[in-house]
């Protein structure tokens, strides 16, 4: 019972992995798709390696809380498991939590991008294995409501 609890709980925060959003620059948006995108020009000055912090939804503390829950109810007697159940819900939750934030978790990069209008912007994005970027490269900015992309 114990394991096949702690094999749920695993299961269900490493499916957070699937619902966190790529950041990348060449991911999009279902709403992106099909609209139109400012582009500007812009030369690389900085490069800068950054983490992106994970997910913080109630999904890996409520899964924690609830595996915890269990967990701790099936320690002792009557009282004692009520008891139980309650501190293991606590450190579930918050183990989960812990969890969802550490599995979603992403490298990135900080650019730092003179404008072609001399202004100097400052852009996050995850770091993706398709794009190579360097301090002096000539790119593009991509402007789409509230989302700026960098790629060549």
Known sequence: ??????LIFLISVLGLAGCASNLSGES???AEARTVQQVEYGVIESLRPVQIEGTKTP?????????GGIAGSSVGGRK??????VIGAVAGGLAGAAIEEGVTRTQGVEFTI???DGRTVAIVQALSPNERFSVGDRVRVIYSGQNTRVAH
Do not use: D, F, W
């Open 114 to 116: 003179r404008m072609e």
């Open 80 to 85: 004692t498991g009520q008891v139980m159940a």
């Open 28 to 30: 999009y948006s279902r």
């Open 59 to 67: 999904i890996g503390s409520g899964a924690g809380a609830i595996v």
């Open 1 to 6: 019972m114990k394991n096949s609890l702690i």
